[in-house]
Structure formats: structure tokens, C-alpha cells
């Protein structure tokens, strides 16, 4: 049985509080023009560094923030295709 394409990470649902958080990289690696955040899957470089360190908790509210950061740089550029 096949699956449609997987969803981008920022635009993922955050992952349920009791399944172990899955990172959001989506092999689209490079940080966009200011260089604050990955432009695949919207970590900070100390999120991405990090991450494997990451209790769940602490990597659930970074999912939470991806999909604000997301939303904010589509309200800035427009919807990308």
C-alpha cells in the first residue's frame, strides 16, 4: 500500500503528547536570507543542534513554534506554491 507525500514539518500537526516527537527536518536544509531559521523545516541552528538533547516536552513546544514561525513567513512572502 502506497501514502500520499508527507506533509512539510512546520505544517504538520505538532505530534501527540503521548507518541515520541518526531524531528521535523525534511531533508530541505538551508537557512533562509537572515539566517535565523532553516527555510525546510523552520528550526533555529540552536533547535537543530539541540534537538537530539531535547526532552519531549521541550521539543512539542518547539513543533508549536515552527507552525507560528511558518505562518509568519507565508504572511511575509505570500503562500508558496
Known sequence: M???PEP?????????SQA????PCNSVCRMDPGGVYCV???RTL???????GFDDERRRLIWEELRR???RATDAS???P
Not at 46 to 52: H, S, V
Open 2 to 4: 502506497t501514502s500520499g
Open 20 to 23: 515520541a516527537v518526531p524531528s
Open 69 to 71: 514561525r511558518k505562518a
Open 40 to 42: 525546510g523545516c523552520f
Open 8 to 16: 512539510d514539518a512546520a505544517g504538520a500537526a505538532a505530534p501527540a
Open 46 to 52: 540552536d533547535e537543530i543542534a539541540g534537538w537530539a
Open 78 to 80: 505570500g503562500p508558496r
